[in-house]
């Protein structure tokens, strides 16, 4: 028997639909890379107000400006501390109260899966949630980034349906060697959940890392800006720091400031870019688990 | 009852875990909710909240009555629809026909990519699209070398075009993850179906009609109801950063307005009388779409 091979006629179709998908690369692509071009323009270059495929002469004088700007990095610190303090705190605290829920035998579970559930259908919304974070104190406080994002809804979800899996057999063998459970939940169950709490987990990061949102609404001290709502300012309101001020002085008409706009996005998207080719399958994976359980 | 207190107690420790999740719900989610009665009131953040006077549906008189209230409606039901109408479909569209890319590499590479800007912020993009729609930006460079535009125009401050502006920016934005789902849902198809197809002499539109969407059709029914419940809402993070002054008009959504009446201008009590009506509103329209997508299609949330 001679091996049969179904071959396939490339048409038009094929041509035409690949063409496509790679406009819809470039699309994709070109946003970041613009941004990118631009932070490096020399100041020369972009007085003539052109748009380059390439900056045509490299210039880091934008870059040297914000990453000596003290507002902007310590902008960025704050940022770093709420990413690193905002997902341990979520991902901790909604795997411990899924765990608890996962068990079917839990007194009461019932009731607080309905509370839970409520609080999908109905919200209190932006005023009274501001005006709860005012009586709370955490109004101009770093812990309005971290406690108001210690649970979510839709990871509990997802958590419990995957500790679901884990077979029983692991849990009780450990609880006849006398295991309390939090033994069992951390030695036993969060080590063989590792692929679902990288996933939460960089979600959670992701968010803490691109939000403006809560630092524009809550936060007045500069020093507690975190990095995007201190770009929003830049960027949407035109607001420069003393610092850069001075810099853009001193550069005179030089360095325009655009380019130190760029940079700066550039600056505040980097880590994403950097660490995304290596964290995307998690991220798609996440959403796959979201989709079929929600 | 007492059976049930002495398991309680046993289990402790799972309990403890559980506990404090309820706790934050209560606190996060079941204040706020229970301070809506606001709306009923004359808050002020002088005196306790219990203390303020109530003055009934005074407030929902006073913003029926805005003018800048009904535009806001006005905004958010364009924006939303020019979304629904139009936006609803491209992630599906790129979906099926990333499906038909028959390199199993290429067709990765093309997913990976197009989920990267979902990841980027609206800061970010946001800032982007600021230049790219100024009077020198990249838009206008474009329209201009094509001849289709003979003087620069200013995008940005021109409300008419703002609607458009968010959707475009949204589309750029958000399409290949949209899509990721519909990709998933494919993905899920048994093969023989299409090979039967084929031997039916089926062409590769009737198979994408009749076998994929067909296949999928439950998951375009339940965001299909997602996206009609949610109507009433707008992307803050994307409009919060592309309005300004000038488009304010067309960009002022009912989110927006909520936050400029609540939080710029203090009046507490009115904008939250506005959220209150709104997430009423919200919850009917999640219900009803529930309703006929289950009377239409056989596929519903609940």
């Not at chain 1, 509370?115 to 974070?133: C, D, K, V």
Request: glycine content about 6%; overall charge positive.
């Amino acid at each position: 028997m001679t091996k049969y091979k179904k071959v396939r006629r490339i048409g038009g179709f094929e041509i035409g639909n690949a063409a496509l998908m790679l406009i819809v690369c470039f699309l994709t692509l070109y946003p970041m890379w613009f941004v990118l071009v631009n932070s490096l323009n020399a100041p020369e270059q972009a007085f003539l107000g052109t748009v380059d495929w390439f900056p045509k002469v490299i210039s880091l004088d934008s870059y040297r400006v914000v990453l000596g700007d003290d507002s902007i990095m310590n902008a960025f610190y704050i940022t770093v501390l709420r990413t690193v303090f905002g997902t341990a705190g979520h991902v901790l605290f909604t795997a411990i109260v899924a765990y608890g829920l996962s068990k079917t035998y839990l007194v009461g579970r019932k009731v607080y899966m309905k509370i839970a559930l409520i609080t999908m259908l109905f919200s209190g919304g932006l005023i009274p949630t501001f005006l709860l974070m005012v009586k709370l104190g955490f109004y101009d406080n770093f812990l309005v980034f971290i406690i108001p994002a210690l649970y979510s809804f839709f990871n509990m979800v997802i958590f419990i349906s995957f500790f679901r899996t884990i077979p029983d057999s692991l849990e009780e063998s450990a609880k006849v060697d006398g295991a309390s459970d939090y033994g069992v939940l951390f030695r036993i169950v969060l080590p063989n959940s590792m692929a679902v709490l990288a996933t939460i987990g960089l979600f959670s990061a992701v968010y803490h890392w691109n939000d403006y949102y809560q630092g524009v609404i809550y936060i007045r001290n500069p020093d507690l800006v975190p990095l995007q709502t201190m770009l929003y300012k830049i960027i949407a309101e035109n607001s420069m720091s003393l610092m850069q001020q001075q810099a853009m002085a001193q550069f005179g008409a030089r360095l325009p400031s655009d380019s130190i706009k760029f940079a700066s996005m550039m600056v505040a998207t980097l880590p994403i870019l950097l660490v995304y080719p290596f964290i995307q399958r998690y991220l798609v994976k996440g959403v796959m688990i979201g989709a079929i359980k929600g | 009852m007492r059976g049930q207190m002495r398991t309680f107690v046993k289990q402790w420790q799972l309990q403890s875990m559980v506990i404090p999740g309820i706790v934050w719900m209560l606190i996060f989610c079941y204040i706020p909710m229970f301070w809506l009665i606001i709306a009923f009131m004359d808050y002020s953040v002088a005196k306790p909240m219990l203390e303020s006077p109530f003055v009934g549906l005074k407030h929902f008189e006073a913003f029926t009555s805005d003018d800048r209230f009904w535009r806001s409606i006005r905004n958010t039901l364009g924006m939303s629809s020019i979304k629904l109408a139009l936006g609803f479909c491209i992630p599906i569209i790129f979906a099926l026909l990333l499906n038909e890319i028959r390199s199993l590499r290429f067709k990765r590479t093309v997913q990976t990519i197009s989920y990267l800007p979902h990841f980027i912020a609206w800061t970010i993009f946001g800032g982007i699209m600021l230049n790219w729609l100024s009077g020198d930006g990249l838009v206008n460079q474009l329209l201009m070398g094509l001849g289709l535009l003979d003087r620069e125009v200013l995008f940005i401050s021109e409300p008419k075009y703002f609607w458009w502006i968010t959707f475009f920016s949204d589309t750029l934005k958000e399409t290949g993850w949209a899509a990721i789902i519909y990709i998933a849902a494919i993905a899920g198809i048994d093969p023989a179906l299409y090979e039967a197809a084929e031997l039916d002499g089926a062409n590769r539109w009737k198979r994408m009609w009749h076998i994929t969407i067909q296949c999928i059709r439950p998951t375009i029914a339940i965001l299909f109801i997602l996206a009609v419940a949610g109507i009433l809402g707008s992307n803050f993070d994307q409009i919060f950063m592309l309005k300004n002054n000038m488009n304010i008009k067309s960009a002022e959504s009912l989110d927006l307005y909520i936050y400029n009446m609540g939080l710029v201008s203090g009046r507490h009590s009115f904008s939250t009388a506005v959220l209150f009506a709104r997430s009423i509103v919200a919850l009917v329209l999640l219900f009803m779409a529930n309703y006929a997508s289950k009377k239409l299609t056989g596929d519903s949330i609940f």
